[in-house]
């Protein structure tokens, strides 16, 4: 079997995303690189992949998608474990488990990421990519709402092992690409401050797709 293939370059966050889920079930799967430079994300064979000319682009056989949350619950479904244990999406015979991964993976999307992310963009992202200044008034904003949402994930932590329960799952994993390049800007003691959480992401660090994933981005945002 041919091994499925993802589109962008691997330190991108959202292709990070759907390549922690690959690693996590063992698939077998390539990178396929794409130049922004070169604005290969605009051609033609990568807009009939992905219309919006954004990145990822994921291909299976026959079946092509894009958007990274929705590519991440593919690999799950197609590789999910026999064991439900293991389950990352707990889509099995339990309801309450797979809702809460559901609640927390809204949660990700809807309150963490878009608190966390524009830290970022301003401290490491914009000044790399474009030569930007870092606008220190989006940081502190962003960083105000992102206290109030680790103080819900501080009393959330504080009572489970991880954000659906004492079961790792896509929830956790969605929260993996732009926290590590949080770590990597002057805020990251913020975590301090929140010692579940800090636990929690720790833990999550110490998984070997996160360590392997953790390593190609480092090494990319310094290249």
Same mark, same amino acid.
């Given at each position: 079997?041919?091994?499925?293939?993802?589109?962008? &370059? +691997?330190? $991108?966050?959202? @292709?990070?995303?759907? %390549?922690?889920?690959?690693?996590?079930? /063992? =698939?077998?799967?390539?990178?396929?690189?794409?130049?922004?430079?070169?604005?290969?994300?605009?051609?033609?064979?990568?807009?009939?992949?992905?219309?919006?000319?954004?990145?990822?682009?994921?291909?299976?056989?026959?079946?092509?998608?894009?958007?990274?949350?929705?590519?991440?619950?593919?690999?799950?479904?197609?590789?999910?474990?026999?064991?439900?244990?293991?389950?990352?999406?707990?889509?099995?015979?339990?309801?309450?488990?797979?809702?809460?991964?559901?609640?927390?993976?809204?949660?990700?999307?809807?309150?963490?990421? &878009? +608190?966390? $992310?524009?830290? @970022?963009?301003?401290? %490491?992202?914009?000044?790399?990519?474009? /030569? =930007?200044?870092?606008?220190?008034?989006?940081?502190?904003?962003?960083?105000?709402?992102?206290?109030?949402?680790?103080?819900?994930?501080?009393?959330?932590?504080?009572?489970?092992?991880?954000?659906?329960?004492?079961?790792?799952?896509?929830?956790?994993?969605?929260?993996?690409?732009?926290?590590?390049?949080?770590?990597?800007?002057?805020?990251?003691?913020?975590?301090?401050?929140?010692?579940?959480?800090?636990?929690?992401?720790?833990?999550?660090?110490?998984?070997?797709?996160?360590?392997?994933?953790?390593?190609?981005?480092?090494?990319?945002?310094?290249?």
């Amino acid at each position: 079997m041919a091994p499925v293939k993802v589109f962008g &370059p +691997a330190m $991108s966050t959202n @292709v990070a995303r759907v %390549l922690v889920c690959l690693e996590e079930v /063992g =698939a077998e799967y390539e990178v396929v690189n794409i130049d922004f430079q070169a604005k290969e994300h605009k051609s033609p064979e990568h807009l009939a992949r992905n219309p919006f000319g954004q990145i990822p682009a994921f291909q299976d056989g026959d079946v092509v998608l894009f958007e990274s949350r929705a590519i991440s619950k593919y690999v799950l479904r197609k590789y999910k474990s026999p064991d439900p244990d293991h389950d990352l999406l707990r889509e099995g015979n339990n309801l309450r488990e797979a809702a809460m991964v559901d609640v927390w993976t809204e949660v990700e999307a809807h309150q963490y990421n &878009p +608190a966390l $992310s524009p830290v @970022v963009y301003e401290c %490491l992202i914009n000044p790399a990519m474009c /030569g =930007a200044p870092t606008n220190q008034k989006v940081v502190e904003e962003s960083l105000e709402k992102l206290r109030k949402v680790l103080d819900v994930y501080e009393a959330r932590l504080s009572k489970t092992k991880y954000l659906a329960g004492d079961f790792l799952s896509f929830a956790d994993l969605n929260h993996f690409p732009y926290t590590f390049y949080f770590m990597a800007t002057p805020h990251a003691p913020l975590f301090d401050s929140y010692p579940h959480v800090k636990a929690w992401w720790e833990s999550l660090m110490a998984r070997p797709s996160m360590k392997k994933l953790g390593a190609t981005m480092a090494a990319g945002a310094k290249a």
